[in-house]
């Protein structure tokens, strides 16, 4: 006994000479990561998983190393002032954002916690950064600002397809910052191709129906929807009331002609929203969001839906058809 004391002893004289801690370490606490976007749940799960996979390949464990506050306006953008204080009294670490409805409600919430927008649009005449190289304050991340001549192409595809028409039906929200920007590059590139466009606001999900209605009315010869999260969160019934109406439609997003709209012609949504990740690591790991630049979108996408076409009685050109970078049925 006297031994095994003596040897004890001599043990803890040597691990203090080396300055060893004898405490036990504590792991890490997760660090908290907030998410807040116009859609529903259920609308945004895939672009959710897209963000929370991204950072579980960055070696970012939901539990263990993060925990995500998810909030989500089921499509109201007057749940988001709410949703926003809300998170914000959970004090995250960094807070992911959808479009500039989002990310203005987070601002008026919070001053100095780090903003990561995924979608936003026109961020330095919205007020949200100084400049894309050098955003300086709290926010950083993402824009989807086309070129007029981004969105012209949309437009240019959806002719080749529909070459009678004349007419065409401009969805619109002017509410979000930004919005101004979108509707001048469409109708530079309308009047470029020779379009007259009726426009129809879109200042809330359930006014869908009625913008249709008014649009089948004008007897406008197709319909194309401006990037807006009102119209993104509800493309399921944009595309629906499209073909019930007959109005061949161009989109900027995807999303929409995998739905079942026409063409589109844009950026990806999915990609930002994996890129956004890329932004939460940085900042996490301790770099200072005004000084990370913004990234705008370099790589656009053109994909057409030949089920939408039939349905239509439409025939989309072989040379279209060649320079789709997808097709959908």
Do not use: C
């Not at 998983?49 to 953008?77: H, I, N, Q, S, W």
């Not at 009331?241 to 709209?261: I, K, M, N, T």
């Amino acid at each position: 006994m006297v031994a095994a004391t003596g040897w004890r002893a001599l043990l803890a004289v040597v691990i203090a000479a080396a300055g060893v801690d004898t405490t036990l370490a504590q792991p890490p606490k997760p660090r908290r990561v907030g998410y807040i976007v116009v859609a529903s749940e259920a609308e945004q799960v895939r672009l959710t998983r897209t963000f929370e996979d991204a950072m579980r390949e960055l070696g970012y464990v939901e539990g263990r190393d993060v925990v995500y506050e998810r909030r989500f306006a089921d499509g109201k953008p007057e749940n988001l002032p709410a949703l926003a204080a809300e998170l914000v009294e959970l004090k995250p670490d960094v807070i992911v954002s959808g479009a500039n409805p989002v990310v203005d409600a987070l601002r008026r919430a919070t001053t100095t916690i780090p903003i990561v927008m995924s979608t936003s649009r026109d961020a330095v005449r919205a007020g949200y950064v100084e400049s894309y190289a050098r955003p300086g304050g709290h926010v950083t991340g993402l824009v989807t600002d086309p070129s007029p001549e981004a969105i012209g192409k949309g437009l240019e595809a959806f002719r080749e397809i529909v070459p009678r028409a004349r007419r065409v039906g401009l969805l619109w929200n002017p509410a979000p910052s930004g919005a101004a920007t979108y509707r001048a590059a469409a109708e530079a590139a309308a009047s470029r191709s020779g379009i007259t466009l009726h426009v129809v606001e879109l200042r809330s999900r359930d006014a869908l129906e009625q913008a249709f209605a008014e649009m089948a009315r004008e007897r406008v010869d197709g319909v194309w929807v401006l990037p807006d999260p009102l119209a993104y969160t509800g493309r399921a019934t944009v595309v629906r009331l499209a073909r019930q109406y007959r109005l061949p439609s161009v989109f900027w997003q995807r999303e929409f002609v995998d739905a079942g709209g026409l063409v589109s012609y844009g950026s990806s949504v999915e990609a930002n929203f994996r890129r956004a990740a890329a932004y939460v690591d940085r900042i996490l790991k301790g770099a200072r969001p005004g000084d990370l630049p913004i990234e705008q979108p370099s790589r656009f996408e053109l994909v057409v839906n030949t089920g939408a076409a039939e349905a239509l009685g439409l025939a989309i050109p072989a040379s279209l058809m060649l320079r789709a970078d997808d097709v959908v049925r």
